[in-house]
C-alpha cells in the first residue's frame, strides 16, 4: 500500500523517534505508558503518533532531566490562584532569598494584584492539593524601561513594578516575557525533584505555545541563571548568553524569530496556526 501521509496534528514513526531521539521501540513504550496518543487510521497496521504529546515528551526529555517516576505521585500544572501565591512566595523565599535581602521578595498582595491584570502570569504545579513548584513570569511592552531596573535588581521585589506595566495576553499584541522564577519545594528528595521539575518546565513550555495559538506575538524571553542547574536548563532549551547590566549575573535571552529552538518552533507553528484560522474567519 503507498505510504499514508500523517493527519495534521501526527508524526509518523520515524517523526515521532527523531524529535525525540529515542528508538521508535522506546517511543512504543511512552505510549504504553499514557504520554503519546497513538492513532491508527481505519484499514492500516501502522498509526501516527500525537503531535502535542511527542512535543511535550520532548521538552521533558531536552531538559536532561529525571523522568523515572517509581513511587511519585502524579501531578497537576495549572495557573495559579490568589491563595496558591502564598505558598509561592514561601517557596522563593527558600530557594532565592538570604537574611539580608529576604525584604525584598515580591510580597504576595503585589502579585495577586497582577494576576488580576493576568491570570496566566504565575502557574503552579501540584502534588493533590499541595503546591510543590512554581513558574512566575512577568509579560512587559518590548520597550519597557523597568526590563533594564529588573536585570539590574538581584530580586524582582527591588523594582516598583505596578500594574500598568503587566501586559494583558491579546492577539497582537507584542510582549516580551521575562522568567521571574522557576522552583520546586527543596524539601522534596532529590530524584522526586529531578522528575517533578520536569513536568514543571514541559508544563510552562505548553503556556508559551499556547500564547501563540491566542496569537499572542512574543519577541522574546528574557532569564536570569541563578543556578549551574538553571542555566544548564536555559541553554538546553535554546537561550543564549547575553551581557549583562550588572557584573555576577548572567542573562539569558530566547529572540523567538531568530531561533530554531523547539519551544521557538512551536510557538511559531501555533502561531501560524492561529493567523491561519483568523485570515479564513476574515474571508
Excluded at 532565592?96 to 529576604?102: C, G, L, R, S
Aim: proline share 5%.
Amino acid at each position: 500500500m503507498p505510504r499514508m501521509q500523517p493527519p495534521k496534528g501526527y508524526y509518523t514513526s520515524t517523526e515521532a523517534s527523531r524529535i525525540l531521539n529515542i528508538s521508535e521501540a522506546m517511543v512504543r513504550e511512552h505510549v504504553k505508558k499514557g504520554k503519546i496518543e497513538y492513532l491508527v487510521p481505519e484499514g492500516r497496521k501502522q498509526g501516527f503518533y500525537r503531535k502535542k504529546d511527542v512535543d511535550k515528551l520532548a521538552n521533558e526529555l531536552n531538559a536532561f532531566l529525571h523522568l523515572d517516576e517509581g513511587e511519585f505521585i502524579p501531578s497537576t500544572f495549572t495557573t495559579a490562584s490568589e491563595k496558591d501565591v502564598y505558598a509561592i512566595v514561601d517557596i522563593t523565599k527558600t530557594l532565592f532569598a538570604t537574611e539580608e535581602n529576604e525584604g525584598n521578595v515580591t510580597p504576595p498582595e503585589k502579585y495577586i494584584g497582577w494576576l488580576k491584570k493576568n491570570a496566566e502570569i504565575m502557574y503552579v504545579l501540584k502534588r493533590k492539593n499541595e503546591v510543590i513548584g512554581f513558574a512566575t513570569t512577568l509579560p512587559l511592552k518590548p520597550n519597557s524601561p523597568k526590563i533594564q531596573e529588573i536585570l539590574k535588581a538581584d530580586l524582582l521585589g527591588e523594582v516598583d513594578i505596578k500594574t500598568d506595566d503587566v501586559e494583558k495576553y491579546e492577539p497582537g499584541k507584542h510582549i516580551l516575557l521575562y522568567v521571574v522564577g522557576i522552583g520546586i519545594k527543596p524539601s522534596l528528595d532529590q530524584d522526586l525533584k529531578r522528575t517533578y521539575g520536569s513536568h514543571l518546565i514541559s508544563g510552562l513550555i505548553t503556556s508559551v505555545v499556547e500564547l501563540g495559538r491566542k496569537g499572542v506575538i512574543l519577541q522574546e524571553i528574557l532569564a536570569i541563571g541563578a543556578t549551574r542547574s538553571g542555566i544548564k536548563l536555559l541553554q538546553a532549551f535554546g537561550f543564549s548568553e547575553i551581557p549583562s547590566p550588572k557584573a555576577g549575573k548572567r542573562v539569558f535571552a530566547l529572540k523567538i524569530q531568530e531561533s530554531g529552538a523547539p519551544v521557538s518552533s512551536q510557538y511559531k507553528e501555533a502561531l501560524e496556526e492561529f493567523s491561519n484560522r483568523h485570515n479564513k474567519t476574515k474571508v
